[in-house]
């Protein structure tokens, strides 16, 4: 880890009570930056988020948002400026699923996943955009910069690539994430605004708990990826705080597959 890469930097990390979304908040809190930890409905589990990077040195809010909801996204980012000032760093992390054989998916069930997983992220990407832009133009720094002033990165899947069965609205969602992220990460790049996503595999997280804590579940698993273990949700945050790092500066509008090799066909390892 790299020790308060991120010192003083204010990150916004929606849907960062559980999961994914919490193991990225509390990463960019222990390295130093101030942290705004977005919830939908579980203010406990919010709060123990806050409550870990506080007990580590770090500094935390919680706010209350649902993504696919247009005002209460501007709330998010109104308070974020009210409380630290700027914005640095977004990841748009907030995500569900709604699972159904296609034949008997609801409207209700297509329309919930794409307002969270997909209208979410232009709301989140929409409102950090335009306050990385506003920043720029009321600076008072006379030194210039080659870096990028403002950082997104987007949570995708591996089914923004994978087809998935089942599970219809979600794989659309996150395909459609990424045709976004390169979309606006060509129209950004010109204001110094970087934008990548990530594209997790199978990940130890509560949503798929049902599958990694049954041994017959999980076996059967780990024969969708080449490298034998299912990914943890750190695994994810250090990929994600790299493509907000600096060191990552030349990178813009790609995806980072974290999937222990989950998209390399591994079922055509036998027949070559």
Same mark, same amino acid.
């Given at each position: ?14 849907? &960062? &009570?559980?999961?994914i979304?919490r193991?990225?908040?509390?990463h ?17 589990? $919010? ?10 040195? $770090? ?17 998010? =980012?109104?308070?974020?400026?009210? @409380?630290f000032g700027?914005?640095d ?14 034949? @008997? ?12 997983n997909?209208t979410g992220q232009?709301?989140?990407?929409? @409102?950090?955009?335009?306050? =990385? ?10 030194? *210039?910069s080659?870096l ?8 995708? &899947? ?5 087809p998935?069965?089942? *599970?219809?609205?979600y794989?659309?969602?996150k395909?459609g994430i ?6 606006i990460?060509?129209?950004?790049? %010109?204001?110094?605004i970087?934008?990548?996503?990530? &594209? %997790? $595999?199978?990940?130890?997280? %509560? ?11 999980y ?5 969708l990826i %080449? ?20 060191d ?9 597959y ?5 998209t390399?066909?591994? @079922?055509?390892?036998?027949?070559g």
């Amino acid at each position: 880890m790299i020790e308060l890469a991120f010192k003083d930097q204010v990150v916004i990390v929606t849907g &960062s &009570s559980s999961g994914i979304g919490r193991a990225c908040a509390v990463h960019f809190g222990n390295n130093g930056a101030h942290v705004v930890v977005n919830y939908s409905s579980n203010a406990a589990e $919010g709060q123990q988020v806050v409550d870990e990077i506080r007990s580590n040195g $770090g500094t935390a809010i919680l706010v209350k948002a649902d993504v696919s909801k247009e005002e209460e996204v501007k709330a998010l =980012f109104s308070q974020t400026i009210n @409380e630290f000032g700027r914005l640095d760093i977004l990841v748009s992390n907030a995500g569900l699923q709604k699972d159904a054989p296609f034949l @008997e998916m609801t409207l209700e069930q297509w329309q919930k996943v794409i307002d969270v997983n997909l209208t979410g992220q232009f709301l989140a990407c929409r @409102e950090a955009a335009r306050q =990385f832009i506003a920043q720029t133009k009321t600076t008072t720094e006379t030194t *210039h910069s080659e870096l990028a002033v403002g950082k997104i990165v987007l949570m995708s &899947s591996v089914h923004d690539v994978i087809p998935w069965a089942g *599970h219809v609205n979600y794989a659309a969602s996150k395909g459609g994430i990424m045709m976004f992220m390169k979309s606006i990460s060509q129209e950004l790049a %010109p204001h110094k605004i970087r934008v990548n996503s990530v &594209s %997790p $595999g199978a990940i130890k997280t %509560p949503i798929n708990q049902e599958v990694w804590s049954d041994p017959d579940k999980y076996k059967d698993l780990l024969q969708l990826i %080449p490298y034998k273990r299912i990914g943890t949700a750190q695994d994810v945050a250090k990929a994600v705080a790299w493509l907000a790092s600096d060191d990552s500066d030349y990178v813009n509008g790609e995806t980072l597959y974290i999937d222990g090799g989950m998209t390399l066909y591994p @079922e055509f390892a036998d027949n070559g």
